[in-house]
């Protein structure tokens, strides 16, 4: 391998490493320093107006969906139908607390992988057979561990460290057999992938929440076409 060679095939490694360490960077950035966003589209406005999601600021969940409906029917009623579909529709969840008006869901287990930490539904009678829903989907901030950032950050240092060693004492070897040694720059990916690893359930569980909000929307919007208690 010539000189030459052995530089071109250095920098080809390095700018693909680097390309791949920025791209990792800015996702892991994106988790934790940008503001959610609502899960419906729908939502957005509502969103524009107040800047961020609400926040519990207690226990520290972030609202990723919310919503007000209009619905036919008493609500002592409709709360007891949509708590009937809560074991067929969201079998992750379990009632936490029921009233006539209100129904708190709570995740059957401790697991960030079941998307949501608290579900709100608050039913307001509006009139002899009209009832307002509204509902909340809480969620534990979405954002990667602090370990995956400094791995991350080491990542670029050893990226740019190897780079300069290889083609100093490497790529200009006299030894043509020594300057084959500049591929070993690929070594630098251990230090790119396991951020990674970080990033993969922090994704899956925003897209965990997002199909959750999906169904408790669906129950909602389906409240009239259940068949109530009383004709069970």
């Known amino acids: 391998m010539t000189v030459e060679t052995a530089e ?3 920098n080809i490694i390095t700018g693909i490493a680097v390309i791949v360490w920025m791209i990792v960077f800015r996702v892991l950035w994106g988790m934790n320093h940008r ?3 609502p899960v419906n589209d729908r939502d957005a406005d509502q969103y524009d107006v107040q800047q961020t999601p609400s926040a519990d600021a207690a226990s520290q969940l972030v609202c990723i969906s919310s919503d007000k409906m209009q619905i036919a029917g008493n609500f002592e009623e409709l709360s007891l139908r949509l708590a009937r579909q809560v074991a067929q529709r969201l079998p992750a969840a379990k009632i936490s607390s029921q009233t006539s008006n209100e129904l708190v869901l709570a995740p059957i287990s401790t697991s960030r992988w079941l998307g ?3 579900i709100d539904i608050a039913f307001t009678p509006l009139g002899e ?3 307002e829903v509204e509902h909340h989907v809480w969620q534990k901030p979405t954002r990667a561990p602090a370990w995956a950032s400094w791995l991350s950050g080491l990542g670029l240092v050893v990226i740019v460290v190897s780079y300069l060693v290889l083609k100093k004492f490497v790529a200009n070897y006299p030894n043509p057999a020594v300057r084959w040694q500049t591929i070993q720059m690929v070594q630098v990916i251990h230090f790119l992938w396991p951020p990674l ?3 993969i359930p922090v994704k899956a569980q925003k897209t965990t929440g997002k199909a959750v909000a ?3 929307d669906g129950m909602i919007t389906n409240l009239p076409y259940v068949e109530s208690p009383s004709a069970a």
């Open 35 to 37: 503001r959610p966003a």
């Open 8 to 10: 071109l095939v250095l």
């Open 197 to 199: 690893m970080a990033i």
């Open 116 to 118: 949501f930490e608290r």
């Open 214 to 216: 999906g169904v408790v």
């Open 129 to 131: 057979n009209l009832t």
